[in-house]
């Protein structure tokens, strides 16, 4: 049984995921926020699993805040808006693991157990497709503004609508 922190903002998910992890045999504590989840943390969890978008807010700007709180704690970036570029900074501020929505708790749970790294996982057959590399661009550009929609799409030379338009679908997968 582990204990687990999840800090997630949609309560539908957050509900549907806990209860999957409960009927695992986990303990499961939600936050809904920034201040929620600093406050939850101080009971040291041995696993969190953290949504890269608190509505609104970076959760890697949480990421640091909670591993300081709970350095013990393996910490997992769930998202519906994954990139590369929101990947490399998860595991550089100290992630073990990065999982895009919809993940099962099985999913989930072997994340959090796999090892930090694999240098045994096969490399991929086909490159990304070009609707691919356009979203990891985007998601690298909008993280370099520091998520700012206004300035990425000053430094992409389009309109900030059509990059907002952009952001709000599904990433593309390969």
């Known amino acids: 049984m582990m204990d687990i922190l999840l800090v997630e903002d949609d309560a539908v998910f957050a509900a549907m995921l806990a209860r999957s992890l409960q009927r695992r045999g986990h303990a499961v504590r939600h936050a809904a926020n920034v201040a929620e989840a600093l406050q939850a943390v101080s009971s040291a969890p041995q696993a969190i699993i953290l949504d890269l978008n608190l509505d609104g807010d970076s959760g890697l700007r949480l990421l640091p805040q909670l591993l300081a709180a709970a350095p013990q704690a393996r910490l997992l970036v769930l998202t519906g808006y994954a990139s590369i570029a929101t990947a490399v900074e998860a595991v550089k501020l100290g992630a073990v693991n990065y999982l895009a929505k919809p993940a099962s708790a099985d999913e989930i749970l072997a994340a959090l157990g796999a090892p930090a790294a694999d240098p045994e996982r096969a490399l991929p057959v086909a490159p990304m ?26 430094a992409l030379n389009m309109h900030r609508r059509s990059v907002q338009r952009m952001l709000a679908k599904r990433p593309v997968r390969d």
């Open 129 to 154: 497709s070009l609707k691919r590399v356009s979203w990891e661009h985007l998601q690298r550009v909008l993280a370099e503004h520091d998520g700012n929609v206004s300035a990425t799409a000053r």
